[in-house]
């Protein structure tokens, strides 16, 4: 951006021409050729989700989420409720078309209209959607929701400055790393250091066309294995 200066002489910000509050997110489901993310409804998605995420026998999914494993489906059920009550947090159940079964969460949050601000986090992917074409287009759907259908500038991707995953999948996707903010919060009796990442309006034109070609059809042979890696502007 160019720098400016106001009558003083003083730097300022780019002028945002013509800016408004941007909606919030509607609570419609985005659908692709190999998933759904939809609303998460804690009734009709609980027991799909459990059952999907007891493939993860030793619990990492949970290492750096809030909560710990839930091995019973009536607590999960519970948390589910309870963490899906509101719009912000909004949770999401991402749905694998093939089968039609939940095998994943991810959520918008931290949802700033006024500014065009929003967060996707508490994301957990089950074993079922890990290191597939699913996982990889879901973000997608989220993330063309907020940049091409609700017109946001900025989105977020927080984790644990420890949980390497989360940061080799937030730089996979395309965002960009913005530092650590040191002791930002207590959880499970420990400290955390987040990482930042974003991916701004002017950013997602290109990464856009990326995940197009990624995602084409032609880009997966017959057992769905990819032909080229996702390759994300730098």
């Known amino acids: 951006m160019n720098a400016r200066t106001n009558d ?24 692709g050729r190999w998933c759904r993310v939809e609303p998460l409804e804690a009734e009709r998605h609980a027991a799909q989700l459990h059952e999907a995420n007891l493939d993860d026998r030793e619990g990492r999914n949970w290492t750096y989420l809030a909560s710990e494993p839930f091995r019973q489906l009536e607590p999960y059920r519970d948390w589910l409720s309870r963490m899906s009550a509101g719009r912000d947090p909004f949770f999401h159940a991402i749905v694998d078309r093939a089968s039609e079964k939940a095998v994943g969460v991810a959520a918008f949050l931290r949802i700033d209209p006024a500014n065009g601000v929003i967060e996707v986090g508490h994301i957990n992917y ?23 259908e609700l017109g946001y500038r900025r989105y977020e991707w927080k984790c644990d400055s420890l949980n390497a995953p989360s940061i080799a999948a937030a730089k996979r996707l395309g965002f960009r790393f913005e530092g650590i903010f040191r002791q930002a919060l207590v959880y499970k009796g420990r400290n955390r250091d987040t990482a930042w990442f974003s991916i701004l309006d002017r950013e997602w034109p290109s990464l856009r066309a990326e995940y197009r070609r990624w995602l084409d059809p032609s880009n997966f042979d017959d057992a769905g294995r990819q032909r080229t890696s996702l390759r994300v502007p730098v």
Not at 13 to 28: K, L, Y
Not at 126 to 148: C, G, I, K, N
């Open 126 to 148: 089950s074993p079922r959607l890990q290191r597939t074409a699913l996982a990889t287009e879901a973000m997608f759907l989220m993330m063309s929701h907020v940049f091409d």
């Open 8 to 31: 003083l002489g003083q730097p300022v910000g780019e002028a945002v021409e013509e800016w408004s509050g941007r909606p919030f997110p509607p609570a419609t489901p985005m659908a």
